[in-house]
């Protein structure tokens, strides 16, 4: 497998955190493939980054909700073609509303790409881990998952579904080599929350102990963390990265 590309791949990899967590991988010394549902621009232009920073990556249009796509992806682009040593799990969609008025379509497209998709790609990838002997899974949940919130039940049943599929896959699969674990982002700077009014951000600050909001590197640095050397005894684990508002 030694003459293969060293891959990680990384779903949803073309924004926000998972932008962050693929460029910090390539720098780690991973070829990425990143898996991009719309705004194929987007992707170029994080490939193009990668690039120009001395490293490799490959963008892929992926729906994640679609299993047969899925199967079909690790068929033509992973099997015998990579040693994929890393699969972070970080697509995801939200459809926020109260529960009483949440249509069931709301309910099950988010069930579907976040915890469902993440599931098909963590089985698919396993049968190739397995088969290596090795391999570091990474789910991105969240502290929604861990502690819930108003307006977002399907969003926190999918994502704290998410950590108990990362514990259950980290049972199964430590005995090939394979280490499974999440991490937990609290309230990260992005774009939706550079659009929130000051009064929310507060607070949103208030219940931060470390009284500031994440940033995108500070889940990439976790990430890169858990795939690289220093975590070869750590599984089935949630890290949360939340400046101490869930603990």
């Known amino acids: 497998m030694s003459d293969l590309p060293k891959v990680a791949l990384v779903t949803g990899g073309s924004r926000g955190?998972?932008?962050?967590?693929?460029?910090?991988?390539?720098?780690?010394?991973?070829?990425?493939?990143?898996t991009y549902v719309s705004r194929p621009e987007e992707a170029d232009k994080v490939v193009a980054a990668i690039a120009h920073n001395g490293g490799k990556a490959k963008a892929f249009q992926l729906d994640s909700?679609?299993?047969?796509?899925?199967?079909?992806?690790?068929?033509?682009?992973?099997?015998?073609?990579?040693?994929?040593?890393v699969l972070v799990n970080n697509a995801g969609i939200?459809?926020?509303?109260?529960?009483?008025?949440?249509?069931?379509?709301?309910?099950?497209?988010?069930?579907?790409?976040?915890?469902?998709?993440?599931?098909?790609?963590?089985?698919?990838?396993?049968?190739?881990?397995?088969?290596?002997?090795?391999?570091?899974?990474?789910?991105?949940?969240?502290?929604?998952?861990q502690m819930g919130n108003a307006g977002q039940a399907n969003y926190c049943s999918a994502k704290a579904g998410l950590i108990g599929l990362t514990k259950s896959a980290a049972r199964e699969l430590a005995g090939r080599g394979i280490t499974v674990n999440a991490v937990a982002p609290g309230f990260i700077e992005t774009d939706m929350t550079a659009e929130?009014?000051?009064?929310?951000v507060e607070a949103m600050l208030a219940q931060i102990p470390l009284k500031s909001l994440g940033q995108s590197e500070d889940i990439a640095a976790a990430v890169a963390f858990l795939a690289g050397p220093g975590a070869?005894?750590?599984?089935?684990q949630v890290l949360g990265v939340n400046g101490g508002m869930y603990m």
């Open 65 to 85: 909700g679609d299993r047969d796509a899925i199967a079909d992806f690790f068929k033509t682009e992973i099997k015998g073609k990579a040693n994929l040593e």
């Open 17 to 34: 955190i998972g932008r962050t967590i693929a460029e910090r991988l390539a720098a780690e010394g991973f070829e990425v493939y990143l």
């Open 94 to 145: 939200t459809r926020d509303g109260l529960m009483m008025r949440m249509k069931d379509d709301d309910w099950d497209k988010v069930i579907q790409i976040n915890l469902t998709g993440c599931f098909s790609f963590l089985k698919e990838a396993s049968k190739i881990m397995g088969k290596q002997r090795s391999g570091r899974i990474i789910n991105i949940t969240s502290i929604v998952g």
């Open 232 to 236: 070869g005894y750590i599984t089935g």
């Open 196 to 200: 929130l009014p000051e009064k929310v």
